[in-house]
């Protein structure tokens, strides 16, 4: 064989392993990402979700407006 064909065989085969490691190393972290993803996602929705819970009567002082509400609602 010439020295240049064993060079070509040798990069090309270093060249194989890298890419062969780096499909197994993803296929493995694939599911770890896929949870952390949902996670994230998750946390996002509880942030957006706004409790509101009603007011005992009588808990704030009256305020003069034209149109007094019955019910009001906190945030919590």
Known sequence: ???E???ALVLGTAFLWVIVTLA???AID???RKARRQERRNLRTEKRRIE???V???SHPQRRTRHPRTRRLHLH
């Open 5 to 7: 064909l064993e060079i």
């Open 24 to 26: 197994i190393l993803s």
């Open 30 to 32: 694939r599911r770890e």
């Open 52 to 54: 509101y819970h009603p």
């Open 1 to 3: 064989m010439s020295t």
């Open 56 to 58: 005992a009567a009588g």
